[in-house]
């Protein structure tokens, strides 16, 4: 049954109005996944095929789509970014609110799209705050193999990366990574759905999306001069294959 949804967001963030602006209009890839900027006019063309239907930079910035491209169970999502500057624009307010319409399976997918905007979101901030918003040098974004389905595959993750069952955020770590390699990194962000590892020059995310019946994802953001989207793929993607084929 086609049921509507909506899910807002509040947060404050150490960066002024115009770096946050930037980020979610042409940085997307930084913190989110790369894809076309907008048309920098209201009724212009926005990404996936959306409308944009408010445009003011850098406060307030609004897309549409209908009959959402390559989303069965979805007929409807918009995106709304309202931005107001703090501490004389040194800072900035962000309201964020994700709304549509949800055909099928309502109930999951709403609990999945609300837990993944607070990771989406907290990136975002990481993005802005850690890395200063600079372009990212290298996305890569993949799935993990069928077996990392089950109900307990991100804490296999987990337990592959090194991290303990009490190791929370803003732990120090060194972390396994592929090849054996140990990778100094922050636990920037974890709960039982998501598991967020910054580096010097880089952001990986893992995504526990076998709680919402699918498989487990992982997005590298790659800021080090000279990254390799295909090589940082073909790593991480060996590595999470590699996690699922041991006994």
Same mark, same amino acid.
């Given at each position: 049954m086609s049921k509507e949804f909506e899910i807002a967001r509040e947060f404050e963030v150490d960066a002024t109005p115009e770096q946050v602006w930037e980020a979610i209009t042409t940085g997307t890839g930084g /913190?989110? /996944? =790369?894809?076309e900027a907008p048309e920098p006019r209201k009724g212009g063309k926005g990404p996936f095929g959306s409308e944009v239907i408010a445009w003011d930079p850098p406060h307030r910035y609004t897309n549409r789509v209908e009959d959402v491209e390559g989303i069965s169970e979805q007929t409807l999502n918009q995106l709304d970014y309202t931005v107001e500057p703090r501490d004389d624009g040194r800072r900035a307010w962000v309201r964020y609110v994700h709304s549509g319409i949800f055909v099928d399976d309502w109930d999951n997918q709403y609990d999945g799209a609300n837990k993944h905007t607070d990771f989406y979101l907290h990136t975002l901030r990481e993005y802005l705050t850690t890395f200063g918003g600079r372009p990212? !040098? &290298?996305?890569? #974004?993949? +799935?993990? =193999?069928e077996a990392s389905g089950t109900p307990? &595959? @991100?804490? #296999?993750?987990?337990?592959?990366?090194? @991290? &303990? +069952? +009490?190791?929370?955020?803003?732990?120090? !770590?060194?972390?396994r990574g592929p090849e054996g390699q140990l990778l100094d990194a922050v636990v920037d962000f974890r709960n039982p759905y998501f598991i967020g590892l910054r #580096?010097? +020059?880089?952001?990986?995310?893992f995504f526990g999306r076998n709680h919402w019946g699918h498989r487990v994802g992982m997005s590298v953001h790659d800021f080090a001069p000279g990254a390799d989207a295909e090589a940082d793929e073909a790593a991480w993607q060996g590595w999470?294959?590699?996690?699922?084929?041991? =006994?």
């Open positions: /913190w989110l /996944w =790369p894809m990212v !040098v &290298a996305f890569a #974004t993949f +799935d993990g =193999p307990d &595959a @991100l804490a #296999t993750v987990a337990r592959a990366l090194g @991290l &303990a +069952d +009490d190791t929370a955020e803003g732990a120090r !770590v060194r972390a #580096t010097d +020059d880089a952001m990986l995310r999470l294959n590699g996690v699922f084929s041991r =006994p």
